[in-house]
């Protein structure tokens, strides 16, 4: 850190310990801090953090020793859901290209997918119980799994709901392949507590694809713009 002018920490939803380390030694050193928090300070999921009491005595620190901490936003939305104990100077800068002419496919065979990390912030149990109140046929799921735990949860939600056979969980993909299996779908389900930017809803809108999407996603007002009937709390 001390050969470097400008320190910028990325991804933060359950490293706001690693926050505190990292801007108690930039406010010693007289570093320039930015963070991208990817989503982890919305509202909505810092509520449930055990770390909630650390991350206000880090807006303190942030607030009375340094001058040059920025906050790099994805979007709008995602500034004003983002708390309130955190009022340092901001910017938004998006990671993604908005496209200006979006054409629905109508190719609706009730298979859907959802794409991303096997993580909690994904909320993928109010997507299974979608899929088994409104009679799915398949939903294919397609990404790493980052919380072993959580993964072994989802497996017996799986089964208790009676899903084995309905929900499959495909493993990681790469990006190109990932692409073409957009088509093969009726639709993308987001249902995650927060985003920032949903990458995969991007990639989505870019294949045709319809959106189901969940209040926590930032960047809604863009899809609603294309998709307005599909928001699902």
Known sequence: YRNHDIIHLHGVRN????IFVVLSFCAANKKKFILTPHAGLMKDWISQSPYYQLIKLYSYISAKFMTSVNIHYLSEAERDESTSILRKKSFILPNYVEIENVNIRNNFNNKFLMVGRIHPQKNF??????IKNNN???LDIYGPVDDEIYFDRLLKLREELELTDRVNFKGNLDNRKLLDKYNLYSALIV??????????MIEAMGCGVPVLFSKGVANKDLLVKYFPHLFVN
């Open 15 to 18: 490293l706001y310990a690693v």
């Open 191 to 200: 249902s995650s507590k927060v985003e920032g930017i949903s990458m995969a």
């Open 136 to 138: 799915i046929e398949c």
């Open 125 to 130: 149990e109010s997507a299974f119980r979608f």
